[in-house]
């Protein structure tokens, strides 16, 4: 874990503090409701649906039980027993009172938290791998960088007022785990021929209205030289990013009209004016940085652990292991995925018992921290082999040892409608019904790996341009119908190398955006929809080795399609459209 300094600690309860007082004359009317947005906006705080809404930063995922602890007590206290990762690595609470958010606030302030720019049009939360330190395949550790990005970003009186909300991706291994081909920049660490260590910059990827892959604008900036680049890239997007139409607001747009050469030519004229200047890192500077975290002691030379005895034993643990369970870079170790995907539970929730119960195996069995991922679920990143056994029997005993990381029912599912104001359709009660479809675990594992997202809008927060599925809610004359998509991707897979020899090559790390597959559908035939999609690939697929994503690639839409657009469901809702 990250630990406050003094000036850190002092930020927050300042921002505290001013946060009161401006709540406090927004309430007595002394501030109107166009002086309070920004306001409360850069302080985590949007009104939604039926409540307030208050988003919660997790510095790039990263959270001690203290803190999850603290977020149960936010729970059962002000709000309604419960929280909701999302895909940014935040916690969103969904039903507090205006009047005690500044309350929240300062509890969140005694365990080095806060809402701080997790809204408004600024540089939100940076992310990163959710395996972040112990993976195996890691160049470097990206928590750092992060950490330096945070402090350079973090109320920077240049960037409080963009034109949109700006997010950064961090990915510090060779295979990218953080989606950085669909932020507005991603990072990805890399080495040159001489072994110094740089990164690869893309810019101008994102999802919502108009799905864009970020151009790879700089293949090697050098790693001192990290955060004047990144300032250069926003002081054009600054001067340049549209204001008067916030649809266009976005780099995506300005980096795609621009065209990504020029871009990247203003970018360079900006940066000769900032390199070696007083951003430029120093050894000494990340290290000090990196000094405040606080880190695992590993026990060295632990032996492998075979666990086929008890994965033979047990087939309930067998399935745990298989897609729950992950390698670590240090031998005896491994990470372990807590899945939030149980079916009828909303994805991504978690109960202010369940907050508590994590917080005790943290401290048990992971050295008190865990990580938060993008497909909203917790990670224990260093449980000894020895114990997973006892900590899946702990977790199972809680309905928390849902065995379905990388498959279908491991959905991504905004709020949707139930809860967003800008939603089309509701997106959880669609989860839910293809989670109990495929409720079958022989038959899930027969399926393999399979990513499937679901957004309530054409915002993406549910991420559905890049599942390997994707599905959005969209309005017809006020009623709710789902748009199907087919062959996204966050990053190209494990051990598939990027060709970088194109400077301005579309797709960090190898991502891509889904394709529409044709007309929508309604909530009733898309658990059809996603069962037919899922037989055309089992009869399409050269081997069980093949995955969903490989085959979509392969043979294109078309043999999907005519399946799809064949079937009984869809001949009911063409007739009643008159198609």
């Known amino acids: 874990m990250y630990n406050y300094t003094l000036a850190d600690q002092a930020l927050v309860d300042q921002r505290v503090a001013q946060f009161r ?74 039903w507090p009172e205006l009047k005690d958010v500044p309350d929240i606030l300062a509890e969140l302030a005694k365990v080095q938290m806060h809402a701080i720019q997790t809204s408004g049009n600024c540089i939100r939360n940076t992310t990163t791998d959710h395996f972040a330190g112990v993976a195996p395949d890691e160049l470097v550790d990206p928590l750092v960088w992060c950490e330096v990005i945070r402090q350079w970003s973090t109320l920077h009186p240049e960037f409080a007022f963009l034109p949109r909300k700006f997010k950064i991706a961090v990915s510090g291994a060779t295979h990218d785990r953080a989606a950085v081909g669909v ?120 032996p492998e652990v075979d666990l086929s005895a008890q994965t033979g034993a047990d087939p309930r643990f067998a399935r745990w292991v298989r897609t729950c369970v992950h390698p670590h870079r240090v031998t005896g170790y491994n990470a372990v995925t807590v899945s939030l995907k149980a079916t009828g539970v909303p994805p991504g929730d978690i109960t202010a018992d369940q907050m508590d119960l994590v917080a005790d195996l943290a401290d048990q069995y992971s050295h008190g921290e865990m990580r938060i991922s993008h497909e909203q679920n917790i990670v224990f990143a260093d449980v000894k082999r020895d114990t997973l056994h006892a900590l899946w029997q702990a977790l199972d005993a809680q309905g928390l040892a849902t065995p379905n990381i990388g498959m279908l029912t491991n959905i991504i599912c905004c709020p949707g409608g139930d809860f967003c104001a800008l939603a089309n359709a509701v997106a959880i009660p669609v989860a839910e019904a293809i989670q109990r479809r495929f409720d079958n675990l022989d038959y899930l594992y027969d399926v393999g790996e399979l990513d499937l997202n679901i957004s309530g809008c054409i915002n993406s927060c549910g991420h559905h341009h890049v599942g390997h599925i994707g599905i959005l809610g969209v309005d017809k004359a006020g009623e709710e119908w789902y748009q199907v998509t087919l062959g996204g991707r966050q990053s190209a897979g494990p051990g598939k190398a990027f060709d970088a020899s194109d400077v301005f090559a579309k797709g960090g790390g190898g991502a891509a955006i889904g394709k529409i597959i044709g007309r929508s559908f309604s909530r009733e035939q898309v658990p059809d929809v996603v069962e037919q999609l899922v037989k055309t690939y089992l009869t399409v697929r050269d081997s069980d080795a093949e995955r969903f994503i490989d085959v979509v690639e392969r043979v294109g839409l078309d043999p999907f399609k005519a399946d799809v657009y064949g079937d009984a469901p869809t001949r009911r809702r063409e007739e009643a459209e008159n198609v």
């Not at 039980?65 to 990762?85: E, V």
């Not at 810019?203 to 700089?218: A, D, E, H």
């Open 21 to 94: 007082d401006q709540t406090r004359r927004f309430l007595s009317g002394e501030l109107s409701d166009d002086d309070f947005r920004p306001l409360r906006l850069q302080n985590g705080l949007y009104i939604q649906r039926h409540a307030p809404m208050l988003r919660v930063a997790i510095p790039y995922g990263l959270l001690a039980s203290r803190q999850l602890r603290t977020f149960a007590t936010i729970a059962r206290r002000w709000d309604r027993g419960y929280g909701h990762f999302s895909t940014r690595q935040n916690i969103q609470f969904n």
């Open 183 to 302: 932020h507005d920049i991603g990072l990805q660490a890399v080495h040159n021929d001489a072994g110094e260590l740089g990164f690869r910059v893309w810019i101008g990827g994102g999802l919502g209205r108009t799905p864009v892959l970020g151009s790879l604008i700089n293949p090697f900036v050098p790693w001192q030289h990290l955060l004047s680049y990144l300032e250069a890239a926003l002081r054009v997007y600054n001067l340049h990013g549209r204001r008067d139409n916030k649809y266009k607001a976005r780099i995506k747009i300005l980096v795609r009209e621009l065209k990504p050469e020029v871009y990247a030519d203003q970018v360079a004229a900006e940066w000769a004016h900032l390199r070696d200047g007083p951003t430029t890192l120093t050894q000494a500077h990340l290290d000090e940085i990196a000094g405040r975290f606080s880190r695992t002691v590993y026990e060295q030379g632990l």
